[in-house]
């Protein structure tokens, strides 16, 4: 089956740096990729839409400079959190659409930001 | 090793008549679960949640879940299937530990027959 692949599953990072996640169609294209971010037993929230060669669509109170989200190929999105701070320590997750239907998710990267 | 499982990859119903989808967990802890719906062209939508409270939960669109911690399942319920409900639906896990990923089945695809 379809797989995604997320990079780095788990990092720790200084207040001020900026950290990149990859998430990766192995054996499949994705014009769609979705990155969502999870609190504690909290529920997902969607972060962005990145379609790919074009701006991600970011929703509403998601800010766009802090979260920068690249699609260059249909097999790979990145999120960068630009400056991270200890707020933005969270379970990033994305996932990707086959063809128009079916969605595969990546394992998801922890991000500590200490 | 933690895990969950949608049983069934596919379940087609008719209009008006009852819907089971099921999700059954493998976990130490106690876990927060989830049941998430994603439409056509759209990301994940959360229908439920289950955060030790009361174990059956409520959620939009005339759904709802029981968990039984017995049977380590959550399964989703509609009395009556709407044509809108026709959609992929997965269950999702916090499953505890320290890190606190998020874990998803693999969906299950909705097909409502008029």
């Known amino acids: 089956g379809a797989v995604v692949s997320q990079h780095p599953s788990w990092v720790i990072c200084k207040s001020g740096t900026s950290v990149k996640i990859e998430c990766r169609s192995l054996?499949?294209?994705?014009?769609?990729m979705f990155w969502y971010r999870q609190f504690p037993k909290q529920s997902l929230m969607l972060m962005a839409t990145?379609?790919?060669?074009?701006?991600?669509?970011?929703e509403q109170g998601v800010e766009k400079d802090k979260f920068l989200i690249n699609h260059a190929s249909l097999t790979l999105s990145t999120l960068t959190v630009t400056s991270a701070h200890p707020e933005d320590s969270s379970f990033y997750i994305c996932s990707a659409r086959q063809g128009g239907e079916k969605l595969f998710f990546g394992s998801g990267t922890q991000l500590s930001v200490l | 090793a933690q895990s969950v499982t949608q049983l069934d990859s596919h379940v087609s119903v008719s209009e008006g008549t009852p819907v089971l989808l099921r999700c059954n967990y493998s976990s130490s802890y106690s876990p927060s679960l989830f049941w998430y719906v994603q439409h056509p062209n759209k990301g994940l939508q959360l229908l439920l949640k289950y955060t030790s409270a009361a174990t059956l939960v409520k959620g939009i669109n005339g759904f709802e879940a029981e968990f039984k911690k017995s049977e380590t399942s959550f399964h989703l319920t509609k009395p009556s299937a709407h044509m809108s409900d026709a959609a992929e639906y997965f269950c999702a896990a916090h499953l505890g530990g320290s890190q606190g990923n998020l874990i998803f089945g693999k969906g299950t695809k909705l097909s409502v027959k008029p």
């Open positions: 990145s379609n790919e060669g074009s701006k991600a669509t970011y």
């Open positions: 054996d499949f294209q994705a014009t769609t």
